[in-house]
């Protein structure tokens, strides 16, 4: 046999491997998501998009943003979650008195052996998993306390710096904004949003389930399927997908184009809309849309993956004019718009 023949057998010996520990690799990950899913799904019902939302957030290294009337499901769905993956679990509910301390944490004086020292008591933003249960029933100063935490995965107190715990995840509910006594959420805090994620009211076979499963003496509970670290190890995952170059310019595409002074921008985009979704918008629908891939049994991501994620990673990011504000126009109506007139390369 030939130099060159040997060569092109041991090549394709290789590809052939690599193509084996891809495909398998990806079929751990989505049995592994699945089994999530399933586990969420035995104490949550008729929310299963809003499950796929949260679970694309942890695993996309971000945080969500739950916006429903109370009652749905929103608490309990972020408690089930760490229980599913043996995480260190936490809530903050939010309050107009609640104080940037009450959540990051603060210096305290303790005495030992007559010797008087500063010690930090941590707060409840201590944990894997942190609840920010009505979010906007907070001032904007105190929202604005959680800003480093889910930007750096740190915390700052009297000049110095404490590290979080990885994962770090941030779940935030908040009501419609025109529900008496509530702040809108920064700017910039909407923006370290992964996603947002509206969530609706069941439908009647839902409630119907909901009653079975709640009103007798049997309440399922959930039980840990995944470790934290099997967290960690598929989020690396999910940066490793391949993104070909045709789809990641349609991304971009479809970003610009919720900017108002952009070319490609829509007629909807131009009259509604102040200012676009930031670079970090495009930053989450990548992500989700790799998520996505993995979810579908796939290690490439496609047009439709991206076309999925768009409303949910861009919704919050996007700030309407006053015309917009006026008429009532959702952010979803301009998205929608956008993936209909953006053609594919």
Not at 31 to 45: H, Q
């Amino acid at each position: 046999m030939s130099t060159a023949s040997t060569a092109s057998t041991a090549s394709t010996a290789r590809t052939s491997e690599t193509a084996r520990d891809i495909e398998s690799t990806v079929g751990s990950f989505t049995t592994d998501l699945r089994r999530l899913r399933e586990e969420i799904g035995t104490m949550i019902v008729g929310q299963d998009k809003i499950i796929e939302g949260v679970l694309m957030c942890l695993l996309g290294g971000g945080h969500a943003l739950l916006e429903g009337v109370p009652g749905l499901g929103k608490t309990m769905l972020v408690r089930t979650l760490a229980e599913t993956i043996h995480a260190h679990f936490s809530r903050i509910q939010f309050t107009p008195d609640l104080m940037p301390a009450d959540i990051v944490g603060t210096n305290v004086i303790t005495e030992e052996h007559g010797a008087k020292r500063f010690e930090f008591q941590k707060g409840p933003i201590f944990a894997n998993i942190l609840l920010a249960d009505e979010i906007n029933r907070a001032t904007p100063k105190t929202q604005s306390a959680l800003l480093e935490a889910m930007s750096e995965g740190s915390v700052t107190v009297a000049k110095q710096t404490y590290q979080l715990e990885k994962p770090f995840f941030v779940l935030a509910t908040q009501n419609p904004l025109e529900m008496e006594g509530t702040y809108p959420l920064p700017e910039a805090q909407l923006d370290r949003f992964f996603f947002k994620l509206v969530v609706e009211y069941p439908a009647k076979a839902d409630l119907h389930t909901i009653l079975d499963r709640t009103t007798t003496d049997e309440v399922p509970r959930p039980k840990p399927v995944i470790e934290k670290a099997r967290i960690m190890e598929m989020r690396e995952l999910v940066r490793k997908v391949p993104l070909a170059r045709q789809i990641q310019d349609y991304a971009v595409r479809v970003v610009l184009a919720t900017h108002p002074e952009n070319p490609e921008s829509t007629a909807m985009s131009k009259q509604f809309m102040r200012y676009g979704a930031s670079p970090r918008g495009l930053q989450a629908v990548i992500l989700a849309a790799k998520i996505r891939a993995l979810l579908e049994g796939r290690y490439a991501v496609a047009i439709d993956d991206i076309r999925h994620v768009a409303a949910p990673a861009l919704r919050h990011r996007m700030i309407m004019n006053f015309e917009g504000e006026a008429e009532g126009i959702r952010t979803d109506a301009i998205i929608a718009e956008i993936l209909k007139a953006t053609k594919e390369a």
